[in-house]
């Protein structure tokens, strides 16, 4: 079946630093990848997504690239600040209507 | 209101009481789900809703029903739980055929 591995957390970061958060999937066929975020309290939201092969998807400074060769989806951003202090979720789509997520990646920022 | 509304957003109950979570979308979607999420597990999807007709229900117990009146709701009717149903229930819409989920800020549910 389908799945997705996320690095574990925590990941403590001070502010500026570089942020990666590892993403690799198992699927049949080609899904759609995406990184949803979960700010403290609230529900989930959509960060970045790419549907195909080589596709970038950025949104807020954060970056992640489809690499297929790798089955991979790794989420980096240049300089943390403290309000990206989150739990971040990879998760993929190959039907269209069901997601499947990764565990959630909690990363700290500290000032 | 725009996007995903849910209400309540916290909820105590007693194992004997009945209580309803409620969702509303304001997006035009056409598909709803629930979520269940608890400490350390993963996202767990509960039932999927597609043109207000249930289309999986991934082996959710019977102490949890769902009901999808019309496109914009969607409810989760709860009764007789146990403590380790206590989580954040997060309901989410689509348009069918999209891949896009769109999250409601969830209710934070715990049962005594």
């Known amino acids: 079946g389908n799945s997705v591995t996320q690095m574990e957390g925590p990941v403590t970061l001070s502010e500026e630093a570089f942020l990666t958060i590892n993403c690799t999937y198992t699927a049949t066929g080609y899904p759609s990848l995406f990184w949803y975020v979960q700010y403290p309290g609230e529900g989930l939201q959509l960060l970045l997504k790419a549907t195909k092969a080589d596709d970038k998807g950025s949104n807020k400074g954060f970056e992640a690239t489809y690499r297929k060769e790798t089955t991979s989806f790794h989420l980096e951003k240049g300089s943390v600040q403290v309000s990206d202090s989150a739990v971040y979720f990879c998760a993929l789509s190959d039907d269209g209507n069901k997601l499947v997520f990764g565990a959630g990646t909690i990363l700290r920022v500290k000032s | 209101e725009t996007g995903v509304t849910q209400t309540p957003r916290h909820l105590v109950m007693g194992m004997t009481n009945k209580k309803s979570l409620k969702c509303e979308q304001h997006?035009?979607?056409?598909?709803m789900y629930w979520y269940k999420q608890s400490a350390k597990k993963p996202l767990e999807l509960m039932f999927v809703?597609?043109?207000?007709?249930?289309?999986e229900n991934n082996s959710v117990p019977s102490r949890f029903s769902p009901e999808c009146p019309n496109s914009s709701h969607l409810f989760l009717h709860l009764h007789t739980l146990q403590p380790e149903d206590s989580a954040l229930y997060l309901c989410?819409?689509?348009?069918?055929?999209?891949?896009?989920?769109?999250f409601g800020p969830g209710t934070r549910l715990l049962v005594l």
């Open positions: 809703y597609s043109l207000e007709e249930r289309v």
């Open positions: 989410a819409s689509s348009q069918l055929g999209g891949e896009t989920q769109y």
């Open positions: 997006l035009g979607h056409n598909a």
